[in-house]
């Protein structure tokens, strides 16, 4: 290094010295600095022009070899790859032999020989037992032979290796049957094994587990052989003169025939049929009304004329109907997920560490056949969140379960008749938490699944003024609040009588939703329902309004912020002072009241659109 400090400075002294002592001669100054330039690069001091890249040439066993050191899982950044995992099929497949090769083999292969018996499988022992054997006589047996035979003093224990011979009676002189014991070797089983391992040396494997191995890997290459049979397949592509090319795919079993012209030099054209009848073969049909003959030899020649009619190419052809299939419903799907985190440690100013999560995921299916005049809009949407305080634990803040679905049918102008069909519960259990007069922390339960259930249907009048507004208006029109756990729940805070378990308010419902953007990335949506009872306080409507601002950032980050209000006159909430007791009446009961519902979230979002 300090060899080639010491040139540059060199150089450079070199060349303010040419400079100055030649500054009036330009030709010289040019030809001095050439010569200056060159030997500073020979010197290496000056790298000269980017290097020409070799050529590089690998062998079969280098090329192998190289890739096999790239595949190590420390150089990539995913080992999991589909480039690493592409290179390292590659150089399986040219490690190895040919699929084709090891089938061969693995047909042929002698799968008998990987058979062990299965009395190998077991521990055998010889038992010695003593087995009765009784003699016949030759003639003139006693009648009663079988208490002859039973008899104690005809009973001889004879050994096997022993004989006697029979007894004979002295009075008759013939043979009596005698009873004999003889003794016999026979082989039990006393165990069983789990590993058997063959005496052969050429045997492939160490140990077998049960008898019948053998024959169970003849049957699995079988049966993965048939399966790669019957699912791999090759494209071929037959061609001929001219630019026409008809792929095909061998062993497809599709059963798919293909025509294919043959042309020559002079484009005439035959047509021949192609097929894929079996494995790996291709068929040509010739077509049908077509006949080869060979031309007899001819001494002159003539000059035939084909009468064709004459086709005008500046006529344009006659128009043909294209039948379209018109998509009448359309689908999509907005998902987003807030999650909001703080820790504290030993925070001076106060603080309580905490986290929260949110899912709001809506689902949309629209309908619209223009020729039966006939749309319908339906989303069904799932809002749920907890959240987790180290005082209180886990807790939820948001449920909300609902679906909106509306019928129209064109009436005149921009009216529909409309049928609306709006629900609404929660899918998890929910309580009020409250401090007791002693300064305990408690709860109770208030809400769970389906309990409450609010159902809305209407009918009336649809009017759109543009695409992004809708504003519907109900006169004939049903509420139905139901709650039927009424063991566990209070059903009175719902407006709901003691002795009942749902409410039902005939009256007129009015519906009005709204989708605005102010810039490309700012998106405001509204949805205001609006009910009144026809017959019980005409005059308290009930409010259910929600506003979803949302901001995009990029293409899967929002920037969400969502209200929602609520006020039913027929929902009351228990009234409380400012320490937090609750105000109670001349009776002794807890005073209630109507109040307006309000909530609001403000958070980064994930957010998924499909």
Do not use: C
Not at 84 to 111: C, G, I, N, W
Not at 290 to 306: D, T
């Amino acid at each position: 290094m300090r060899v080639k400090i010491l040139k540059l400075f060199l150089t450079f002294i070199f060349i303010s010295f040419y400079i100055s002592g030649f500054s009036q001669d330009t030709f010289r100054k040019a030809l001095t600095r050439a010569s200056v330039i060159d030997s500073l690069k020979r010197s290496g001091v000056i790298l000269g022009n980017t290097p020409k890249k070799p050529e590089i040439l690998l062998s079969t066993d280098q090329a192998l070899k190289y890739l096999q050191q790239r595949l190590h899982p420390q150089l990539w950044n995913n080992s999991n790859d589909p480039l690493r995992q592409a290179f390292s099929r590659l150089v399986y497949e040219a490690s190895h032999s040919k699929f084709d090769s090891l089938k061969t083999a693995l047909m042929e292969y002698p799968y008998d020989s990987l058979s062990i018996s299965w009395d190998k499988f077991y521990v055998w022992e010889a038992l010695k037992i003593k087995i009765p054997v009784i003699s016949s006589p030759e003639t003139n047996i006693f009648p009663d032979s079988t208490s002859a035979i039973r008899s104690v003093e005809n009973l001889v224990s004879i050994d096997s290796l022993n004989p006697r011979p029979l007894s004979v009676n002295k009075a008759t002189g013939f043979n009596r049957p005698v009873v004999e014991f003889k003794d016999t070797t026979i082989m039990v089983i006393v165990d069983t094994l789990d590993q058997v391992t063959p005496s052969r040396s050429s045997f492939p494997f160490k140990y077998y587990s049960n008898p019948y191995q053998g024959d169970s890997i003849q049957a699995a290459v079988k049966s993965l052989l048939n399966l790669i049979d019957n699912r791999d397949s090759s494209l071929v592509t037959i061609t001929g003169i001219g630019k026409v090319a008809t792929p095909m795919m061998l062993n497809s079993k599709t059963g798919r025939v293909m025509r294919f012209w043959l042309k020559n030099e002079f484009s005439d054209s035959v047509a021949v049929w192609l097929a894929n009848p079996y494995k790996n073969t291709i068929g040509l049909y010739l077509e049908q009304g077509i006949n080869f003959r060979r031309p007899g030899r001819q001494g002159n020649y003539a000059s035939p004329k084909i009468d064709m009619p004459s086709i005008d190419n500046k006529k344009l052809q006659d128009l043909r109907n294209a039948i379209v299939k018109q998509p009448f419903w359309k689908y999509r799907t907005e998902a987003s997920f807030v999650l909001n985190q703080a820790s504290l440690s030993n925070w001076v100013k106060g603080g309580e560490s905490s986290i929260s999560t949110a899912l709001d995921a809506t689902e949309y299916a629209d309908y619209n056949n223009k020729q039966l005049k006939l749309s319908s809009d339906n989303f069904a949407r799932l809002k749920f969140g907890y959240i987790e305080t180290g005082k209180d634990g886990i807790r939820k803040n948001l449920d909300l379960l609902e679906t909106n679905s509306k019928f129209n049918h064109k009436a005149f102008g921009k009216f529909d008749f409309s049928f609306i069909l709006l629900f609404k519960t929660q899918i998890a259990i929910g309580r009020n938490y409250f401090k007791t007069t002693a300064g305990k922390d408690t709860s109770n339960l208030v809400s769970k699944f389906m309990n409450p259930a609010i159902l809305t249907i209407g009918l009336g009048l649809d009017y759109r003024p543009n695409k992004t507004t809708s504003i519907n208006f109900s006169p004939l029109s049903y509420k139905g609040t139901f709650v039927t756990d009424t063991a566990n729940i209070d059903q009175t805070q719902y407006g709901i009588a003691k002795n009942r378990k749902s409410l039902n308010e005939p009256g007129v419902s009015f519906m009005i939703t709204n989708e605005f953007k102010p810039v490309k990335t700012v998106t405001i949506v509204n949805r205001l329902q609006l009910f009144t009872n026809y017959i019980h306080n005409p005059q308290n409507v009930d409010v259910d309004w929600e506003m979803i601002a949302t901001t995009k950032l990029n293409w899967f980050t929002d920037v969400m912020f969502n209200t929602h209000l609520i006020f039913d006159d027929d929902t009351k909430t228990d009234e409380q002072y400012s320490n937090g007791q609750p105000v109670l009446k001349p009776d002794g009961t807890k005073k209630k009241t109507a109040r307006i519902q309000y909530k609001e979230m403000l958070g980064f979002a994930l957010s998924f659109r499909f």
